[in-house]
């Protein structure tokens, strides 16, 4: 199912952080996270706190319902730490991230969505965060003693986290229903939600202070409010939707991961738009002849939203997993698309690019692999050399580095030096050591090829 057209507009909007994201359970049950759904953390916690003796079979009267549950061991217990210990907390603060995840956090570090406000326990998200590199651009507010942490972009953890002291999860009837009314978590949810468009996914029905908040905006922004609901199901077998009167048009038909996936198909088609453009501005301004950028940008969408953050990251030398798209990064990248997009049509070759940073040249019996990489106007070449070789020694991406021994350079300021720094300071080495392999890359500026298009084939040689 296509998304709505005013989501779409809202997610790749320039300015950005018109979307903000409420999730539920459902978003961390879809592979790999596959945390157990709320009901079966109930039924499986009731049958330890049976088997231990906290509690007897009858004294709750739902054990599918994790807030009845809980409500009995607060009764039995004046708490709820006999049922949080015995949940999968473990599971929790491990939690890998599935794809929505990544995209997710991909989408706040590039400036499409704000805020995140999450009722789940699990760490998921901050294993996501992590795995692009979000570093101080996106904060975690695990609770109100965190609420001075809020930033530009924010995950907010509304009913706490795994790492969070047991008393303090938001699980009994209560406390979800009535407790934290005029307290931070409705301040923190009316916060984060006064956005333009509020998207709610992987969640089966809404509670307490959550259902006041989204009535309260929907009053304040009368027509304005846009609310959407995402789900696998028929919008007519969705509880939340009954409950906040979502409409068959405020409904996206759609799972967690293929949500995301759609909103990230969208922001990438804006990303490759805008190296297009800087591609177009520097063969105006250079006079360079036309490459057959088009396609080129149309190649570099097709690798994804992570996909092409990791080929910038690479393509830049970055030391971040991902990289996301500024207009400096955009030029610097055009720079070298233009690089690639020249050598095709030298050669009468056709280019395919990896998220690794790597470019391989098809023709119909050969295949060529090269790197290419930016000095961003500052790096000198013997800098980007001992960087690439480092980077193939130790393995400075997730996945492997082929060795490609050639590497196209752009944005090096002043001429390239005839002889590199050695790679070893004791003197000369074997560049077919079989300890330390072939040490050697062969170093070709782009201007040397624009200017003398013969030595792209002794690049290939």
């Known amino acids: 199912m296509p998304l709505p057209p005013p989501l779409l507009e809202a997610i790749a909007a320039p300015e950005g952080g018109r979307i903000v994201f409420v999730i539920g359970a459902g978003c961390s049950f879809e592979p790999p996270t596959r945390v157990p759904l709320a009901k079966e953390c109930s039924q499986e916690a009731h049958r330890k706190l049976v088997a231990d003796g906290v509690l007897r079979n009858g004294d709750c009267a739902d054990p599918d319902d994790l807030s009845v549950l809980a409500d009995a061991v607060q009764a039995k217990t004046g708490g709820q730490s006999a049922l949080v210990s015995r949940m999968p907390i473990t599971r929790f603060k491990n939690a890998s991230p599935n794809d929505g995840h990544l995209i997710t956090a991909a989408l706040m570090l590039e400036g499409a969505i704000s ?50 002291n047991p008393e303090e999860w938001i699980l009994t009837t209560e406390s979800l229903a009535v407790a934290w009314r005029d307290n931070w978590e409705e301040v923190i949810t009316r916060f984060a939600t006064a956005t333009p468009i509020v998207v709610f996914a992987g969640l089966g029905s809404s509670c307490g202070v959550l259902k006041d908040s989204i009535s309260r905006l929907r009053t304040a922004l009368g027509d304005g409010a846009n609310i959407y609901l995402a789900g696998p199901g028929k919008v007519e077998d969705s509880l ?7 409409s068959e048009e405020e409904y996206v038909q759609l799972g967690w991961v293929d949500l995301m996936r759609a909103f990230s198909d969208r922001v990438v088609l804006e990303l490759a738009s805008e190296v297009a453009r800087a591609c177009r501005d ?49 030029t610097l990248v055009a720079d070298l698309l233009l690089a690639v997009g020249l050598i095709e049509r030298t050669e009468g070759l056709t280019a395919t690019m990896k998220p690794d940073g790597i470019v391989e040249f098809h023709s119909p019996t050969h295949r060529w692999s090269i790197r290419v990489a930016s000095g961003n106007g500052v790096r000198r070449w013997t800098s980007i050399e001992t960087d690439l070789l480092q980077r193939e020694k130790y393995g400075q991406t997730e996945i492997p580095l082929p060795r490609s021994r050639a590497v196209v350079i752009a944005g090096v300021p002043g001429a390239r030096p005839a002889i590199t720094t050695p790679a070893s300071i004791l003197g000369d080495t074997d560049d077919a050591s079989i300890v330390d392999g072939d040490t050697h890359l062969a170093l070709f500026d782009v201007d040397e090829l624009r200017n003398d298009p013969s030595k792209i084939k002794e690049m290939f040689a």
């Open 115 to 164: 805020n995140v406000v999450t009722l789940n326990f699990d760490l998921a998200l901050n294993h996501a965060l992590s795995r692009v590199a979000a570093q101080t651009e996106v904060s975690i507010v695990k609770g109100p003693e965190e609420h001075h942490r809020l930033g530009r972009a924010n995950v907010i953890y509304l009913h706490r986290n795994a790492e969070a």
């Open 240 to 246: 939340f939707a009954s409950e906040l009167s979502i």
């Open 282 to 330: 520097l063969t105006y301004k250079e006079r360079w002849p036309e490459e057959n950028v088009e396609e080129l940008c149309d190649r570099l969408a097709g690798l994804g939203l992570i996909g092409f953050g990791q080929l910038r990251s690479s393509w830049l030398l970055s030391d971040r997993t991902f990289l996301k798209l500024d207009s400096t990064h955009a």
